[in-house]
């Protein structure tokens, strides 16, 4: 806390001396309330926690913070985070909760105006804040339980965290027995509500029995001070959706009937003492939410809430997903709630849930239980469907609305593999998902944090991590590839030149470490680490590092581990000759043609004409011959020679649901876009079974929902309507559809200068009606059966006539 004029002056000095420096390089997404002097300055507030305990292990734990104003403020910013996790209320209401995740040297922090809930008088902060401890999700980092809040200026640093605050340990919440064995998202809750202190965060709450906190050191922002426990950085993402959602129906029950009208909030529902009952609920569709359970009476029953998303036979084969006759909730997450007998108790878990299905195992004591209601608050990040793709073929529709529910249930504060079982942010998936929020979207903001996480991620060996956040390290070499990939399509897609400049040495760091990977040979030698490349190849191994890796892997001279290399630096080159590095853009040049080269004269098959996995011969993958397509190994009509055999080769190790989508890039490269619809089987299967999202492989499948597996929302925009960037930020675009055997495709695409419309009437693939709407000053280009059009901005509209001489 500021403590005189004298003290403020000196803050106010710093405020106006660093206004120069606050720039962050966080375009657009600096918050403009953060008074820069925080950014620059130790802050005045503290780190506090409660005070004799291991603040390593699990709590829940609540803290206060009384204070009177003379009048309501017009404005009122404060910033907050918290570690593990916070919930932060103004007098009773909730107003946000976070942080962000980060890492130590990236510890996120909120800014809030908190004036719309203040009042004259009496005003009360009020904050929730756990620690999971060793049940923690593999995703979250932590240093230890702690709170900070720091007022914006001196009229907020009243609230400023010191000793002035309280705590209060919750007995409420007790740690479970045993991890979960399945996934890694977290812990289930047990919550026994005698223990709980009601109404703690209302401001006529009595807190006088509670404790002062032990002080742990002023906040530091980042990169102003040698040491640090968290190092500040203002949050670059908005804060997530947060919605009511009820329930959709009342699938079975056993022991108790129920109308319903209960998941309207209309019928409770009467549990006599001493009863055993279940109830399953279907939410029709899969969804990431904090469920809500309020109940009446029925002091020290046993309610067990269990969470699915499918049901699954005494085999553990899940099936249609809507059939539920023989199957059960097989899950690890059962959070158990112990009423205390008054009336409307809540529980909500401190952490969402991902499920289609819930049920309610409820054994009651000498006390009878009423349900009064259940519902829930959807959370994700709050992406926009800003985009649409209409056709002649209606369950394209049904796909795009699958795959846009995909793709949402795994965007939270990062992009997740999956919200069920890992919710970790691997750069192989996110590659795909941020493609799929740019065309759909339009808001960049989440890949960015993503870009800059991998960057941030990177090990002294030059490599990124293969997912980060995590509390545990994991290394998959190509996945640092996909990262220079992703910063290629960002180039690609934003004019954004000192974001991109921020992430060369990076580039370089992973582009020189497999530059001393390459053997005698001339291509990669002996792999470390784990080298996924696609579920399609060898299963998961608890001895080697080979899950998802092609045969031999271990021994090296992959030519899809090779190829993937070389199609990094190709990129890479690009982007660095743009930004005013030519000599190293060469460099990569050079280095990737003697790769592809000696690729080819080691593992190309005359007789087959078909590129092997290895120098041995022995192995064929789609895969292999797909990175010769996209890495420039042959000429245009090599290529669709190759591209023939990749989709009718059926000794092919064939690509899973995340690989196809370098399939279809390739497809669309060698002239086969007009077959891509063909390719749709997989989706329409997981469709016929029931699936509201789209799974991690084609059945059995582990995970439900996997983001990498909606790329149809991407390539029904980017490949059958054809809009792609033609130059870096986006500047230009190029528009080259592929109708397939559709009639009519109509899409719509978020450009940063408005929407791109494009709609496209096709007459027997001889003619085709195309209407197209550029935003600004966006000019471009349509391609179409050797046709190629300029394009201005605004409305125009063509009728283009089949070229004979076009195959």
């Given at each position: 806390?500021?403590?005189?004029?004298?003290?403020?002056?000196?803050?106010?000095?710093?405020?106006?001396?660093?206004?120069?420096?606050?720039?962050?390089?966080?375009?657009?997404?600096?918050?403009?309330?953060?008074?820069?002097?925080?950014?620059?300055?130790?802050?005045?507030?503290?780190?506090?926690?409660?005070?004799?305990?291991?603040?390593?292990?699990?709590?829940?734990?609540?803290?206060?913070?009384?204070?009177?104003?003379?009048?309501?403020?017009?404005?009122?910013?404060?910033?907050?985070?918290?570690?593990?996790?916070?919930?932060?209320?103004?007098?009773?209401?909730?107003?946000?909760?976070?942080?962000?995740?980060?890492?130590?040297?990236?510890?996120?922090?909120?800014?809030?105006?908190?004036?719309?809930?203040?009042?004259?008088?009496?005003?009360?902060?009020?904050?929730?804040?756990?620690?999971f401890g060793e049940y923690a999700p593999l995703a979250q980092i932590s240093n230890k339980t702690a709170l900070i809040v720091q007022g914006n200026t001196e009229t907020e640093a009243m609230v400023n965290t010191n000793s002035s605050w309280k705590i209060y340990k919750n007995e409420g919440y007790t740690k479970p027995s045993k991890k979960p064995l399945r996934s890694v998202v977290g812990q289930a809750e047990h919550f026994t509500a005698a223990k709980h202190p009601k109404n703690w965060e209302q401001s006529n709450y009595d807190d006088s029995s509670w404790i002062k906190p032990k002080s742990l050191g002023s906040g530091v922002p980042y990169g102003k001070f040698g040491d640090w426990e968290w190092m500040l950085v203002p949050r670059d993402i908005p804060f997530m959706e947060h919605h009511l959602q009820r329930m959709n129906s009342i699938r079975s029950t056993k022991n108790i009937t129920a109308d319903p009208n209960f998941l309207k909030g209309k019928s409770p529902i009467y549990i006599p003492a001493n009863q055993k009952v279940s109830i399953l609920i279907d939410q029709a569709t899969l969804t990431t939410a904090y469920p809500e359970l309020i109940v009446s009476g029925g002091k020290d029953a046993q309610i067990s809430i269990g969470y699915a998303e499918a049901l699954t036979d005494s085999a553990g084969n899940k099936g249609n997903r809507n059939e539920i006759a023989g199957k059960s909730v097989d899950s690890d997450y059962w959070d158990t709630f112990i009423p205390d007998g008054s009336a409307d108790s809540h529980f909500k878990p401190l952490w969402f849930r991902t499920f289609r299905y819930l049920e309610l195992n409820i054994e009651t004591k000498s006390d009878p239980?009423?349900?009064?209601?259940?519902?829930?608050?959807?959370?994700?990040?709050?992406?926009?469907?800003?985009?649409?793709?209409?056709?002649?073929?209606?369950?394209?529709?049904?796909?795009?609305?699958?795959?846009?529910?995909?793709?949402?249930?795994?965007?939270?504060?990062?992009?997740?593999?999956?919200?069920?079982?890992?919710?970790?942010?691997?750069?192989?998936?996110?590659?795909?998902?941020?493609?799929?929020?740019?065309?759909?979207?339009?808001?960049?903001?989440?890949?960015?944090?993503?870009?800059?996480?991998?960057?941030?991620?990177?090990?002294?060996?030059?490599?990124?991590?293969?997912?980060?956040?995590?509390?545990?390290?994991?290394?998959?070499?190509?996945?640092?590839?996909?990262?220079?990939?992703?910063?290629?399509?960002?180039?690609?897609?934003?004019?954004?030149?000192?974001?991109?400049?921020?992430?060369?040495?990076?580039?370089?760091?992973?582009?020189?470490?497999?530059?001393?990977?390459?053997?005698?040979?001339?291509?990669?030698?002996?792999?470390?680490?784990?080298?996924?490349?696609?579920?399609?190849?060898?299963?998961?191994?608890?001895?080697?590092?080979?899950?998802?890796?092609?045969?031999?892997?271990?021994?090296?001279?992959?030519?899809?581990?090779?190829?993937?290399?070389?199609?990094?630096?190709?990129?890479?080159?690009?982007?660095?000759?743009?930004?005013?590095?030519?000599?190293?853009?060469?460099?990569?040049?050079?280095?990737?043609?003697?790769?592809?080269?000696?690729?080819?004269?080691?593992?190309?098959?005359?007789?087959?004409?078909?590129?092997?996995?290895?120098?041995?011969?022995?192995?064929?993958?789609?895969?292999?011959?797909?990175?010769?397509?996209?890495?420039?190994?042959?000429?245009?009509?090599?290529?669709?020679?190759?591209?023939?055999?990749?989709?009718?080769?059926?000794?092919?190790?064939?690509?899973?649901?995340?690989?196809?989508?370098?399939?279809?890039?390739?497809?669309?490269?060698?002239?086969?876009?007009?077959?891509?619809?063909?390719?749709?089987?997989?989706?329409?299967?997981?469709?016929?079974?029931?699936?509201?999202?789209?799974?991690?492989?084609?059945?059995?499948?582990?995970?439900?929902?996997?983001?990498?597996?909606?790329?149809?929302?991407?390539?029904?925009?980017?490949?059958?309507?054809?809009?792609?960037?033609?130059?870096?930020?986006?500047?230009?675009?190029?528009?080259?559809?592929?109708?397939?055997?559709?009639?009519?495709?109509?899409?719509?695409?978020?450009?940063?200068?408005?929407?791109?419309?494009?709609?496209?009437?096709?007459?027997?693939?001889?003619?085709?009606?195309?209407?197209?709407?550029?935003?600004?000053?966006?000019?471009?280009?349509?391609?179409?059966?050797?046709?190629?059009?300029?394009?201005?901005?605004?409305?125009?509209?063509?009728?283009?006539?089949?070229?004979?001489?076009?195959?």
């Open positions: 806390m500021i403590k005189n004029k004298i003290q403020y002056l000196g803050f106010c000095l710093i405020f106006c001396c660093s206004l120069l420096l606050c720039q962050l390089n966080l375009k657009g997404q600096v918050n403009s309330n953060i008074n820069p002097a925080l950014l620059n300055s130790k802050w005045q507030a503290e780190w506090i926690s409660y005070p004799e305990i291991s603040l390593k292990d699990y709590g829940v734990f609540h803290l206060r913070k009384n204070f009177e104003l003379q009048q309501a403020p017009q404005k009122f910013i404060i910033h907050v985070s918290g570690d593990n996790r916070y919930r932060l209320f103004v007098n009773g209401t909730e107003v946000c909760r976070g942080p962000a995740r980060g890492d130590l040297t990236h510890w996120k922090y909120d800014t809030i105006d908190i004036s719309a809930q203040l009042i004259a008088g009496n005003n009360t902060l009020a904050a929730e804040v756990w620690n239980l009423i349900l009064n209601d259940l519902y829930a608050y959807f959370t994700a990040y709050p992406f926009k469907e800003n985009a649409y793709f209409k056709s002649s073929a209606p369950g394209l529709q049904k796909i795009w609305d699958i795959g846009w529910r995909t793709a949402r249930l795994c965007a939270g504060e990062t992009y997740y593999d999956c919200p069920y079982y890992e919710q970790l942010q691997y750069i192989g998936d996110t590659r795909i998902q941020s493609l799929i929020s740019l065309y759909v979207s339009g808001d960049d903001r989440l890949m960015r944090n993503a870009i800059n996480q991998f960057q941030q991620s990177m090990l002294p060996i030059g490599l990124t991590q293969s997912r980060y956040p995590s509390a545990q390290p994991q290394v998959i070499p190509p996945f640092s590839l996909y990262w220079i990939d992703m910063v290629y399509d960002y180039w690609m897609h934003r004019e954004d030149k000192d974001f991109v400049k921020q992430q060369l040495n990076g580039i370089r760091n992973v582009l020189s470490w497999y530059e001393t990977q390459v053997g005698e040979n001339g291509i990669l030698g002996p792999s470390d680490w784990w080298n996924f490349i696609d579920w399609s190849f060898e299963p998961w191994n608890d001895l080697y590092p080979i899950g998802g890796s092609p045969k031999g892997i271990l021994k090296g001279n992959s030519a899809i581990l090779t190829l993937q290399y070389v199609y990094a630096l190709q990129l890479a080159a690009q982007v660095f000759e743009h930004h005013g590095y030519p000599d190293q853009a060469q460099l990569y040049i050079r280095q990737s043609r003697t790769l592809l080269q000696k690729t080819k004269s080691l593992c190309w098959n005359k007789q087959k004409g078909l590129m092997a996995d290895n120098p041995e011969q022995n192995s064929y993958s789609q895969h292999a011959n797909i990175m010769a397509i996209l890495t420039d190994m042959f000429n245009p009509s090599e290529e669709r020679l190759l591209m023939q055999r990749i989709l009718n080769d059926r000794q092919l190790t064939e690509c899973t649901l995340y690989y196809k989508f370098y399939l279809f890039r390739a497809m669309d490269k060698s002239g086969f876009g007009n077959n891509y619809l063909s390719q749709l089987g997989p989706w329409q299967k997981m469709i016929d079974l029931g699936l509201s999202t789209f799974a991690e492989t084609p059945d059995p499948s582990r995970s439900d929902c996997h983001a990498w597996s909606a790329s149809p929302n991407y390539d029904f925009l980017a490949l059958v309507c054809g809009i792609k960037p033609a130059s870096p930020g986006f500047k230009t675009v190029s528009i080259t559809p592929h109708l397939g055997d559709l009639k009519f495709a109509e899409g719509k695409v978020p450009h940063p200068d408005g929407d791109i419309l494009v709609s496209f009437k096709s007459r027997n693939h001889k003619e085709l009606l195309a209407s197209i709407s550029l935003p600004g000053k966006l000019t471009g280009t349509l391609v179409w059966n050797g046709h190629s059009i300029q394009l201005k901005p605004g409305k125009q509209t063509y009728t283009l006539q089949q070229n004979k001489n076009t195959n």
